[in-house]
């Protein structure tokens, strides 16, 4: 069974930073790409960052290029995300979750960010 | 970016009723769009990927079509646990951009 588990949510002060973990089980790690997706509170989905299997190609959305930077560890099955620079608008629960078939077919269960002073 | 547009935002059913989500994207996104299910509390789940494809284990009742920029889901005999909030996506380029969702309450 493919299973995704986050880690490292918590409050941060504004202009503080943070690393996100994804620990990856069930399946062959180290050939799907994986991404992360962020929600907050009452919105919708806004996706972040997508590395694939081999690190090659990495995309960040706008809002949070410069500041985060999505990395993996295909010996260990973990993906990460280090947040620099945070903000209150970076307050969400962050999603992990694996690419398939141009999709995203299985997501953890997230882990909460909250960003104040 | 490519803009993803839902409608409606929110609609009310009932049971056994026939539900239609529409989602129309700003460019032709060649069929990379997906239909995701997120109940409460819980983490988004995919129901449709390429655009029709159904995902292994989601009940036959949901349906996804369209191509280019247009493209529907449709739920066939709305059943109590499918009220949820619904969102589309495109995968055709970065930034893979969402719907604004779609939230299906009970009339």
């Known amino acids: 069974e493919v299973q995704l588990v986050e880690s490292g949510g918590r409050l941060v002060q504004p202009g503080g930073s943070l690393r996100l973990s994804c620990a990856a089980s069930g399946f062959t790690f180290n050939i799907y790409s994986m991404n992360w997706v962020r929600q907050a509170p009452g919105r919708g989905l806004e996706w972040v960052s997508y590395?694939?299997?081999?690190?090659?190609?990495?995309y960040y959305a706008d809002s949070v290029k410069g500041r985060f930077t999505i990395s993996r560890d295909n010996a260990r099955n973990l993906v990460y995300l280090h947040m620099d620079s945070l903000r209150a608008e970076d307050t969400a629960v962050y999603y992990c979750?694996?690419?398939?078939?141009?999709?995203?077919?299985?997501w953890g269960q997230g882990t909460l960010v909250t960003v104040s002073s | 970016d490519i803009q993803m547009t839902q409608s409606p935002s929110s609609l009310s059913a009932s049971v056994r009723d026939r539900v239609t989500i529409t989602c129309r994207a700003s460019q032709n996104i060649n069929n990379r769009l997906s239909w995701y299910q997120q109940r409460p509390g819980k983490a988004p789940k995919r129901l449709i990927y390429?655009?029709?494809n159904l995902e292994s284990g989601v009940p036959s009742r949901f349906s996804g079509s369209g191509s280019g920029t247009y493209f529907t889901l449709t739920i066939n005999g709305l059943q109590p646990e499918d009220f949820a909030t619904y969102y589309c996506q495109q995968t055709f380029n970065s930034p893979q951009t969402f719907g604004q969702g779609t939230k299906v309450e009970i009339k």
């Open positions: 590395i694939t299997s081999d690190t090659r190609t990495i």
């Open positions: 390429y655009a029709s």
């Open positions: 979750t694996r690419s398939v078939e141009y999709s995203f077919d299985s």
